[in-house]
């Protein structure tokens, strides 16, 4: 059971309190006592997350290549960093760095809604936006939402509440995974989510972290908008594959 | 004729009228003055309080100065901010006599052309020390942050301006007011942060509190709450801007009042030249009785456009269907040198001749075109919007017409109000301890202000003669803390009290604004761009009357405990009730034409204003009697010894 | 023309407020926003009811003081520009037209559309100035300023601080009001010696305040009378960060 190498490394209950000390000391550090400064820790943690959507996309993208590629690949993100490191160090400390970035990504922004939140104790009777900007409006029903599938995911495809699910066989769960259409819809709609989120979060961070300038807003408006299309669209095309049975 | 108090040709000094004016070279007096003026030890400021009232260029400026010396200052505002003040709408620019352009600008330069401009009616040597501060505004300004037009090489850009034959004219688009009323602005927020200055934002002066002769506070409303309290002080200063909003239509702000000078004024303080009203012709003309106040447009656009009006009467065509020869340029007829570049009051006075002669175009008949065909044949539309564009624009979103396509209508405006309270050499009013700064003096204007001038005088006043002169004051008078439960206090309290109760209880079936329109309308017809002694009698007439019904029928509705905007409104209509008609009799007195104050009775063969020097080189101050309709006239005789007097001509 | 009004009435602080109905008949297209709600208040006036308050002063645009939402949309219908500004033209015979006043925790409602926005005040303050004395300042052209620099300073100087951005801001944040002060200071060499500090007490005060937090939507400047852009917040941000980076004199 390499989990549970992983976590006897780390010293079961120890880890998940340093784990949890860290965060915390981290959101308090990047975040200061600012909106602002909340908002760049929030901007650097999606970044991360980014960082994450991307690489995870490449490697699914591994299927088309056939079974042993991507079983291959599954192993080797375990023997990563071998033989310096003990098996799974590395993936479990990146593990670590993004479920911390996801933890303060989330802390923060629930406490900048709940800043927001109190800003206005009374709405208005009516409001019609002169700016359409529906993903820059649903970040935090979109984030809802996408955290909501990353529970579901992570319980279908890594826990194992998969029902035909066989530990270290990535080809095979993932194709039987995808033969159920429930789970295909699902799994489709969060990849749309994904690409709203992606989007406004990416122009967004060059907003935050103060690199965006009018001139090049545009050219920011488009990469964030290709982003959004080739991670989203790599993640979709292998559900779809496999629902047109273009992988098997 | 001696119509009112003293003989007209007495030249003898009036006793009321101390001007403290310094002798000797005009370029050394200023420096003499300051050294002459009496310091306040640096750990006694804040021993002193000032207060201010107005927080515009003069009085923002003014209250963070004194803070910065150490003063206990309070100012007060009408408005939720200082940054709101008037001053925020002038739009063309600031002078000052850099000559950073080489084309031959001076200090004495900048005196002399606003002097000759303010038809010889303002004194000399508060002239040229206004010419000479304004070399240090610009300074002062730049280093606040104010983002002046630049050139090229990062330097600062000027341009020429209402007729001036230099480039002096400072200015950052067409907002300069707007961008040096920040710069004072964040000088004061600074202040209110190092807790030098109170600020006091939707609280109204109503009255000035006199203790042995001497201003020693001021009574205010607060206007959210209706609370009617005392501010003690060891000196007041009022930069509370102009009176054109007697004319109910003026390019004043809406709230723009003269409450705080006329209850000075009541209070002995004298009003001086207050006939002196600046009409500036390029605003955009009324469209009904809907119409709450009138916008101006730059000046500049008379550069391009050319001005008309059908040659015959009641000819209602569109412009586009009237022929060359059917058109009367009447400026380019009457003044071939100048043509539409004419002084305001000329261009002013000659729109509403073509109007009264039935020739005004657009609704109501009062308008004349502006036309600007010729320039764009000439230069290309680009051209023109490049230059004018945004000032098209905002005339197109009023007028929901095309400028490009339709000739621009234009009629003129009430603007500026040279006229105000009397004030020193040290800018001190008749009433110890009472200073006036800004708009609302007198000023340095004379009897026409120049363009670009306004923004000057405020900021000088504010930042570098006050600062100086009221320190002299205090030094003689040494603090003197007094709290508001002084009688005086209490009586003047009162008196507030009891004119706010007296204006909630008429309840009657006139509204404030009808009044007021109606009060605008009578001084526009018989006080306004040409006046004669016919027509400013029926206004005597008629303003008391007036004033009459409104304390009879007006109808101000609501409470004194709340943020009640009738009545504020009430109380300064009732203001300018009493006003109107002192200055209606200043109007009348003065049988000369000068400046901004044409008297039809008085003008060249050629129809242009006639000066009387030999009878009216002075300063008209007014003292209230008891009696609003039989002030005493008090005059301080002007002495030329540098700009000699001559007869204005454009032809 | 003939409208109806449905307008937040409240006649003060501690009132609980709610939406009444009005008539306003026989309104000309040629009237100003601010003319028309004129002419109701002196028909309210006649018939002995309260007028609705509200605020304004220059109405030419500039002053900041006039401001509400109508039908939803902060200075309402017409970008660009204040309700002053906004002419009756742009609604039809028979139009119903909410209007309600900005609605944030900053922004006290006194009565009716008149709200209390010294909270503005308060972050300009906290450092939205250059610290220079009277008299202590140096030649105007010593420093000079490159005329592009000159135009953005003056760009983001621009704002008329009328509070329509927080009122339409999801979040009720006033990062655009204040972005364009210190990007306006920012950029010009006499802002620069306080230039780190300022950004960061006035953020502090911003959030102290109650101001909401920016989520980069764009509505802020999407309703700005003046028009500043929505990257005067990018380079407050950035310079929050440098600030936090140690260039801030107080704080290295």
Redesign the interface.
Known sequence: MEKSEGVQWWGGRGAVQSFAAMTASITAAAG?????????AVAATGLIGVGFVFAHMVGNLKVFLGREPINHYGEFLRDMGEPIFPRSFVLWTLRLVLISAVVIHITLTYQ??Q?????????????????K?PA??T?RWGGTALLLFIVFHLADFTWGVHPDFQRGEVYHNLITGFTRVPVTVIYLAAMFALAMHLY?GT??V?????????RW?RTIRRGATALAVVIAGGYSIVPLAVLFRLVK | MPLFGSSDTDTRPDSKLDSKLPTGPIEQRWDTRRFDLKLVNPTNKRKYKVIIVGSGLAGGAAAASLGELGYNVECFAFQDSPRRAHSIAAQGGINAAKNYRNDGDSIFRLFYDTVKGGDFRARESNVYRLAQVSVEIIDQCVAQGVPFAREYGGLLDTRSFGGAQVSRTFYARGQTGQQLLLGAYQALERQIRAGTVKMFSRTEMLDVIMVDGRARGIVVRDLITGEVRSHMADVVVLGTGGYGNVFYLSTNAMGSNATAIWRAHKRGALFANPCYTQIHPTCIPVTGSHQSKLTLMSESLRNDGRVWVPKKAGDNRPPDQIPEADRDYFLERKYPSFGNLVPRDVASRNAKEVCDQERGVGPGGRGVYLDFADAIARLGADVIRSRYGNLFDMYERITDEDPYKVPMRIYPAVHYTMGGLWVDYNLMSTIPGLFVIGEANFSDHGANRLGASALMQGLADGYFVLPYTIGDFLASAGPDPMTPDVPEAKQTEAEVHDRVKRLLSIRGDRTVDGVHRELGHTMWDYCGMARNDAGLRKALDRIPELRKEFWSSVNVPGENESLNQSLERAGRVADFLELAELMCIDALHRTESCGGHFREESQTPEGEAQRDDENFSYVGAWEYSGDLSAPTLHKEHLEFEYVHPTQRSYK | MNLTL?V?RQKSANDKGA?VAYEARDISPDMSFLEMLDVVNEELTLKGEDPIAFDSDCREGICGMCGC?I???AHGPD?GATVCQLHMRKFKDGDTI?I?PW????FPVVRDLVVNRSALDQIVQAGGFVSVSTGSAPEANSAPVGQAVAETALDAAACIGCGACVA?C????AMLFMSAKVMHLGVLPQGQPERYDRV?EM??T??RL??????????CS??CPAEI???V?????????RS?AGRGMKRA
């Open positions: 200061g006592r600012t909106s602002v400064g909340k908002k760049v900048l809604m800043q927001s939140r109190r800003a206005r104790p009374i709405g208005y009777e009516y409001t019609e936006p002169v700016r900007n820059a409006r970040m406004h122009w967004s060059t907003q935050t972290l103060g690199v965006n300038q009018a807003d | 449905k937040w939406m939402v039908n939803g949309q970008h909410t309600e609605r944030a925790r900053a339409a999801p979040n009720a944040s960061s953020v502090e911003h959030d109650g101001f909401g937090s920016c989520t980069n939507i764009g509505e999407a309703v852009p929505m990257d917040i990018s380079f407050l941000n950035r310079d929050l960060i936090r």
